[in-house]
Each structure stands twice: as structure tokens, then as C-alpha cells.
């Protein structure tokens, strides 16, 4: 996650049948950082990761194996 201004984020992550199965809320820092989320238990297959502010939103997808 990277950002020019200190800033809430919500954190969440969505299976292909549209449900939640991880949410976090952060508050992050300028600059680039890491946030590790753990879905080991989760099923292999592909997710939506959904990072929130109050200004923006962005969606991307990706692949647990």
C-alpha cells in the first residue's frame, strides 16, 4: 500500500460467491507499506481485495494457490 497522506483505509477481501472473508481497518502512514493478511485457511482459488478511503476506492483481484 502506498500514500502520500496518513489516512483510514478499510481493508477487504471477497471470495467468488461475493462474501467477506477478511475486513480490517487501518490507518496508514505516507509512504509505502506492507500489511500481511493471513488466508491460509482459505480455499484455493481467485479473491477481491477492496483497499477504501474516504477519497477512493480500488479493486484487484488475485490468485491464492
Given at each position: 500500500?502506498?500514500?502520500?497522506?496518513?489516512?483510514?483505509?478499510?481493508?477487504?477481501?471477497?471470495?467468488?460467491?461475493?462474501?467477506l472473508?477478511?475486513?480490517?481497518?487501518?490507518?496508514?502512514?505516507?509512504?509505502?507499506?506492507?500489511?500481511?493478511?493471513?488466508?491460509?485457511?482459505?480455499?484455493?482459488?481467485?479473491?477481491?481485495?477492496?483497499?477504501?478511503?474516504?477519497?477512493?476506492?480500488?479493486?484487484?483481484?488475485?490468485?491464492?494457490?
Amino acid at each position: 500500500i502506498s500514500h502520500q497522506i496518513q489516512q483510514d483505509l478499510q481493508i477487504n477481501i471477497y471470495n467468488t460467491l461475493g462474501q467477506l472473508i477478511h475486513q480490517q481497518a487501518i490507518q496508514v502512514a505516507p509512504g509505502r507499506q506492507h500489511l500481511p493478511i493471513n488466508i491460509q485457511q482459505q480455499a484455493n482459488g481467485l479473491y477481491w481485495l477492496v483497499i477504501s478511503s474516504a477519497a477512493e476506492r480500488q479493486t484487484l483481484s488475485f490468485l491464492k494457490q
